[in-house]
């Protein structure tokens, strides 16, 4: 096992006992302060329209439950796991791990803009993929490489990303306030291989099961009309 999976097999043990000795007050998928819930779609998008299929960049946490969440999402062509914000002799899970990379654990979304818009990947985003009110940190996971980062490529993408989060701070959707970052997009860098489609290749690993799997499950509770029990995996092609 590579040292981010022994890691977080015990960070995941760890988050099970703490559940149990709470009686599984709370899901154990579920960031201290948020829970999932569906947002409102953002009131600043681009229209569904036949063309070029996009990409769309963003760091939530671990990129394993982010990938996974995003591979489920009807629309979506291929999820990447890699690492993003810093540079390219740093992009390596040994180095970003240190948290003084500028890196964050990233996944890059190639999607069909007739199927699923920009906007509308940020709902889900906001929505269930992650908490975005924990600074420099995601559940189990701390630290700046888990931070939360939209990355955006274009104008457009700053626009519909910075309207969003004044919707969602104006409308209170979050209790705590939302402390995503929107940073310019310079570089997205391919993890090892190893991380790609973690959770396929391990899906009994504690981590997996008690942190990500959840997440799936909200997506597909919470926006039926964007699951697909079909992920798009990169060893399906």
């Known amino acids: 096992m590579s040292s981010h999976g022994a890691r977080h097999l015990l960070q995941s043990l760890l988050t099970a006992l703490s559940l149990l000795a709470a009686a599984l007050a709370v899901s154990p998928a579920v960031p201290a302060g948020e829970t999932a819930v569906v947002l409102p779609a953002p009131a600043d998008d681009n229209p569904r329209q036949p063309g070029r299929f996009q990409t ?6 671990c990129f394993w439950g982010m990938q996974e969440v995003f ?3 009807r629309g979506v062509r291929e999820v990447l796991a890699g690492y993003s914000g810093g ?4 992009a390596n899970y040994q180095d970003v791990e240190t948290g003084r990379t500028g890196h964050a654990e990233s996944v890059q979304i190639t999607f069909d803009p007739a199927q699923l818009t920009y906007g509308e990947l940020l709902q889900i985003y906001f929505s269930v ?4 009110t924990e600074l420099d940190a995601q559940g189990p996971d701390t630290g700046k490489q888990y931070r939360s980062v939209i990355f955006y490529a274009d104008d457009t993408q700053r626009h519909i990303a910075e309207s969003y989060i004044r919707q969602l701070t104006g409308g209170k959707a979050f209790v705590r306030p939302i402390v995503t970052q ?3 997009l310079r570089g997205f860098y391919r ?3 190893y991380h790609q489609d ?4 391990n899906p009994q690993v504690p981590y997996i099961v008690y942190v990500d799997l959840p997440k799936v499950r909200d997506l597909k509770t919470l926006f039926p009309a964007y699951y697909t ?3 798009a995996s990169l060893g399906a092609r």
């Not at 540079?87 to 740093?90: A, E, L, Q, T, Y």
């Open 56 to 61: 769309a960049v963003l760091a939530g946490g």
């Open 71 to 73: 591979e489920h999402v």
């Open 87 to 90: 540079s390219r002799s740093k």
């Open 129 to 132: 993929a992650h908490d975005p």
């Open 182 to 184: 929107v940073d310019a």
């Open 191 to 193: 993890a090892e291989d």
């Open 198 to 201: 973690y959770y396929l290749k």
């Open 229 to 231: 029990d079909s992920p």
